[in-house]
């Protein structure tokens, strides 16, 4: 493949991971766009491109002989890095989704973070920029001792930090979305963030780019989840609170009376789980790549809490 030059918008962890494996694994030229210098990053050997994502101008020239852009920042920074995308005439742009399927998603889900106008933009623009999404389920690094935020990711979306999601393995806690509205099990798929990158590089040398691109480490009942927890810690989840969307629409309810936003936020995060948001089949990036081999949870998990 001729070389590229790609745009990774965000400084966070995620954005770290996916820079590093282009620069690493491709012959693409990559740099970082973040809002402030990042000297520890440069030191590193990382591009960095300062930008203010309320300045169209600066932004648009920061584009300037970009062909891809990989955005792992939300909200209206985002919607402006895509006006400013096709004003500098980007081939390509990935929006930030990752985690669940947007198409899942409903009209005013506390848990957008705007990602939703995102697609409204890129789909205003379809003829001048042609874009896709990566669907990864739920990041393995929810489960590891600090929770996503130790992977600097998520940092502000109020679930990020250790424990906030079904399982608090420090404390041997649980609230698992366990059921369906139809009393099934509920299925998650979940990649690790170093999986995600991988793909994510491997993806930017696509001909051509579906409107999601999935991929999974694995697939598995949140039950599952628990009972794979369990048997590697060699101890209980105590209380382990089994729900289905019904019990924890209860108790969103009861939060919201208490103006408990940030266990609101937790619990809306749970029902969509329960909603199957993050579950997904033919998962075509591991189609594509059968060379990558992502890491199974179970092994992860022993890993990251050293359980060997």
Known sequence: MSMMRIAVAGSGGLARLIAHYIDNETSHHVMLLSRSQQPALAARGFQISVVDYTDAQSLTFALKGIDTVISTVT???????????????????????????????????????RRSDA???????????????????????????????RSLVGLNTGFSGEGDYILDIANMRAQVPALTAEGQPVMMCMTAIQDVARFVTRAIDLPTWPPELRM???????????????????????????HNPA????????????????????LQTLIATAEGRYDFTQPNMNAAFPDITPKRFAQWFVEKWDLQ
């Open 247 to 266: 019990t924890l629409r209860a108790e969103l309810a009861v939060a919201a009376a208490q103006g408990d936003r940030p266990r609101g936020i937790r």
């Open 216 to 242: 999974c480490g694995e697939r598995l009942s949140v039950q599952n989840l628990v009972l794979v927890a369990q048997h590697l810690k060699k101890q209980s989840f105590n209380p382990s609170v089994m």
């Open 75 to 113: 909200g209206p920074s985002q919607v402006n890095l895509i006006r400013a995308a096709v004003a500098a005439r980007v081939r390509r742009f990935a929006a930030s989704e990752f985690e669940g399927l947007p198409s899942l998603r409903f009209a005013g889900d506390p848990l957008d973070r």
């Open 119 to 149: 697609t409204r933009w890129l789909q205003h623009y379809a003829q001048n920029i042609i874009s896709t999404v990566f669907v990864c389920g739920i990041f393995y690094e929810r489960f590891q001792p600090g929770g996503l935020a």
